[in-house]
C-alpha cells in the first residue's frame, strides 16, 4: 500500500487566505476554487465584485489542475489546432480548461489538489493561483 499527503480543509482555508490577499493586492475580486487531488471540491469563495459567468471556469481550471496534474496554461499551449491535446477541452463533460488561472498542488512530488482562479484577465487570475500555490509550499515546508 502507498501512503499519500491528502489537502484538508485547513490546508485549503489557509491556501484561499492567499489567494484572496493577492486578489486584493491586485484589485480584482475573483471566484477561487480549491479541489482535492482527484478534482472534487473542498473549497471555493466569491469575492463581492467577482463575475457569477466565472464559477463555473474558476472550478473547472481547479478540476483540470488537480485532476490532470498540469497547469491550464500548459495545456492551453499543445491544445490548439496541430497540437496533441487538440479538442482535450471538450472532455470530461465540458469541465477541462485550458485558460490560464489553474494550477496543481503537489506534496512530496504527489498531486493534493488544485487552485483555479477566474474573474480576471488569464494572467491575473494566473498570479492569484501562484500566490496559493507559494503558500502551500511554504505550509508544507514548514
Known sequence: MRMVPKLTLQDAQIIMQACTEKAREINIDMDIAITDDSGNLVLFQRMDNARVTSIDISIGKSFTAS????????????????????????????????????????????????????????????????????????????
Not at 80 to 93: C, E, L, Y
Not at 96 to 120: K, N
Open 67 to 142: 485532476a490532470a496534474r498540469k497547469s491550464t496554461r500548459a495545456y492551453g499551449e499543445i491544445s490548439v489546432p496541430g497540437k496533441p491535446a487538440f479538442g482535450i477541452n471538450t472532455s470530461n463533460g465540458g469541465r477541462f480548461s485550458i485558460v490560464a488561472g489553474g494550477l496543481p498542488l503537489f506534496a512530496d512530488d504527489q498531486i493534493v489538489g488544485g487552485i483555479g482562479c477566474s474573474s480576471g484577465t488569464p494572467d491575473q487570475d494566473e498570479e492569484v493561483a501562484q500566490a496559493g500555490v507559494d503558500c502551500f509550499n511554504r505550509l508544507i515546508l514548514g
